[in-house]
């Protein structure tokens, strides 16, 4: 079964605008939560996480909320670049550091 | 440091064929991960390690999955016999155990079953 979904495939936004990817999951045990960014051909690289004590990280034009009454985050990245095209995973991860990903969010920034 | 080292970059093979796949996770890392990339499921958990001891293997599709962790420098990820639906991309990703930590993959095998 699929413990952290990405229900988005794919999202497209303006250069400069905001980009917003969502990501839920199911199992109450995860307490870390990640996001990669993967180009082709390549291996997903971490971009951000957040403790669950927290409910907003920030980096930079990168920014991740979690809602863990709804057992929802999301990804912020604003403003978008066109170098930000790119496919994005969530990760959720318990204290046996079993870490699971969701399907993914292919993300297009158009110049 | 290198970072997470897989091999093959690139298989392709018969069905039927045995299949070994090769990751040397990053040195002092104690959790390593199999992932398999599909459109449907993203990154699919197969099977994870921490100090060389699997943990959780049920991900692992069938019995013709098998993998090893005999040192702390390297896994393998075994299909026999492979067929043709286990073509996909095999992601190898190793972290630390303790804690809240990422984990850093290698750049995948791209598995061809004709």
């Known amino acids: 079964d699929q413990q952290v979904k990405q229900n988005s495939p794919s999202l497209s936004v303006q250069e400069g605008r905001i980009s917003i990817l969502n990501c839920d999951y199911t199992?109450?045990?995860?307490?870390?939560f990640l996001w990669y960014k993967k180009y082709p051909a390549e291996g997903p690289t971490f971009l951000i996480s957040?403790?669950?004590?927290?409910d907003k990280n920030e980096d930079g034009r990168f920014t991740v909320f979690l809602n863990k009454s709804a057992k929802h985050l999301s990804l912020h990245i604003v403003p978008s670049q066109p170098g930000d095209s790119a496919v994005y995973f969530c990760?959720?991860?318990?204290?046996?550091?079993?870490?699971?990903f969701g399907a993914g969010t292919r993300l297009t920034v158009k110049p | 440091d290198a970072g997470v080292i897989q091999s093959p970059r690139h298989e392709v093979t018969e069905m039927g064929q045995e299949v070994t796949l090769r990751c040397k996770p990053i040195?002092?890392?104690?959790?390593l991960f199999w992932y398999r990339q599909t459109m449907m499921r993203g990154l699919e958990l197969l099977i994870y390690?921490?100090?060389?001891?699997?943990?959780?293997d049920s991900g692992m599709p069938e019995d013709r999955f098998s993998a090893k962790m005999p040192n702390a420098s390297f896994s393998t990820l075994k299909i026999q016999p492979s067929e043709p639906r286990d073509s996909a991309v095999y992601f190898c990703a190793s972290s630390l155990s303790h804690g809240s930590t990422e984990a850093f993959f290698g750049q995948g095998t791209r598995l061809t079953v004709v």
């Open positions: 040195s002092g890392h104690n959790s």
């Open positions: 390690f921490n100090n060389n001891v699997p943990i959780d």
């Open positions: 957040i403790s669950s004590i927290k």
């Open positions: 199992n109450s045990m995860f307490d870390y």
């Open positions: 990760a959720a991860s318990d204290n046996n550091n079993d870490m699971r």
